[in-house]
């Protein structure tokens, strides 16, 4: 069975960063898209960054581009996300998901489209 534990999580200031780790319990190399998805309070879970399996195909929300950096060590692991320039509307509980589906260059914008999820790490972003 696989096991996604996410952490790093916390509260940070506006203007600061944090980094998300996902380690996964099952070997890395049999995932596929890995990603990472949000939810707020009162809004519905959504897409933030995507990676495939070779780590060189990324693709991000317009809401975080330029500021996450979604990465993958699969001798480690584990999937991160460098976050930057932070502000309040990224305040989340952040999840991380893995797909077994598709190939070494495949990506993920929906949920539907992974087949096992985190618990979540929550990120607070507040002066």
């Known amino acids: 069975q696989v096991q996604l534990v996410e952490s790093g999580g916390g509260l940070v200031q506006p203007g600061g960063s944090l980094r998300l780790s996902c380690a996964t319990s099952?070997?890395?190399?049999?995932?596929?898209?890995m990603g990472w998805f949000r939810q707020a309070p009162g809004k519905e879970r959504e897409f933030v960054a995507t990676?495939?399996?070779?780590?060189?195909?990324?693709y991000y929300a317009d809401s975080v581009k330029d500021r996450f950096t979604i990465s993958r060590d699969n001798v480690k692991s584990t999937l991160y996300l460098q976050m930057s320039s932070l502000n309040p509307e990224d305040t989340a509980l952040y999840y991380c998901?893995?797909?077994?589906?598709?190939?070494?260059?495949?990506?993920?914008?929906?949920?539907?489209?992974?087949?096992?999820w985190g618990q979540g790490t929550q990120v607070t972003v507040s002066s």
């Open positions: 990676i495939s399996r070779n780590g060189l195909n990324t």
């Open positions: 099952g070997s890395i190399f049999s995932f596929n898209a």
């Open positions: 998901a893995v797909s077994t589906r598709g190939g070494r260059w495949s990506l993920g914008t929906r949920g539907d489209e992974y087949d096992y």
